[in-house]
């Protein structure tokens, strides 16, 4: 069975840093395309990031510079690292899987976890 | 990027009605538009890919089609656990972007 288990997430002050983690399990990270999507409280949904399985990434403009996506073959786990946090990167962080094969498509989401840039 | 715009923003329906939301992109993307249900506190839903495909698991009551810039979502015969609100994502090209969503509610 796929999963996908988001954590990292917190209450972070605006120009701090902090890295999330998406644990897979049911299907190999480094072997397929994921990405990051958020949320902001009340809002709708902001793609942020994907990383190929052969390791090139893409970022929305918003983040791009701030946040960088990684994995960890061997902990097969997907990342964002997310630095010089602003009050506007509130949101629920979710991972999710690319399916290749239908359209590239998002077909698995974890449940997410939130961040919060306040003082 | 490409901007994608839904409408309505919301609907009110009934159980029973059937419900058409659309989705328009600033740009041709082909086919490379997928669906996806958000119900509250919870993760999307992929529905629909590759514009008219039906994902696994997902009742035949939903269905998809267009092509281009014009794209549309039709629920058939609204059920209770189909409250929830609909997103179009293009996966054309990146930054790939999402619609604002549409709100179907009683």
């Known amino acids: 069975e796929v999963q996908l288990v988001e954590s990292g997430g917190g209450l972070i002050q605006p120009g701090g840093s902090l890295r999330l983690s998406c644990a897979a399990s049911?299907?190999?990270?480094?072997?397929?395309?994921m990405s990051w999507v958020r949320q902001a409280p009340g809002k709708g949904l902001e793609w942020v990031s994907v990383?190929?399985?052969?390791?090139?990434?893409y970022y929305a403009d918003s983040v791009k510079g701030r946040f960088t996506i990684s994995r960890d073959n061997s902990k097969n786990t997907l990342y964002l690292q997310m630095n010089s946090l602003r009050a506007e990167d509130t949101a629920v962080y979710y991972c999710?899987?690319?399916?290749?094969?239908?359209?590239?498509?998002?077909?698995?989401w974890g449940q997410g976890t939130l961040v919060t840039v306040s003082s | 990027a490409i901007q994608m715009t839904q409408s309505p923003s919301s609907l009110s329906a009934s159980v029973g009605d059937r419900v058409t939301i659309t989705c328009r992109a600033s740009?041709?993307?082909?086919?490379?538009l997928g669906w996806y249900q958000q119900k509250p506190g919870k993760a999307p839903k992929l529905l629909i890919y590759?514009?008219?495909s039906l994902q696994s698991g997902v009742p035949s009551r939903f269905s998809g089609s267009g092509s281009g810039t014009d794209f549309t979502l039709t629920i058939s015969s609204l059920q209770p656990e189909d409250f929830a609100t609909y997103y179009c994502?293009?996966?054309?090209?990146?930054?790939?972007?999402f619609g604002p969503g549409t709100k179907v509610d009683i």
């Open positions: 590759a514009a008219s």
């Open positions: 994502l293009q996966d054309y090209n990146y930054p790939l972007t």
């Open positions: 990383i190929y399985s052969g390791g090139s990434t």
């Open positions: 999710a899987r690319v399916d290749r094969l239908r359209d590239y498509s998002l077909d698995y």
């Open positions: 740009q041709g993307i082909r086919n490379d």
């Open positions: 049911g299907f190999t990270v480094s072997s397929n395309y």
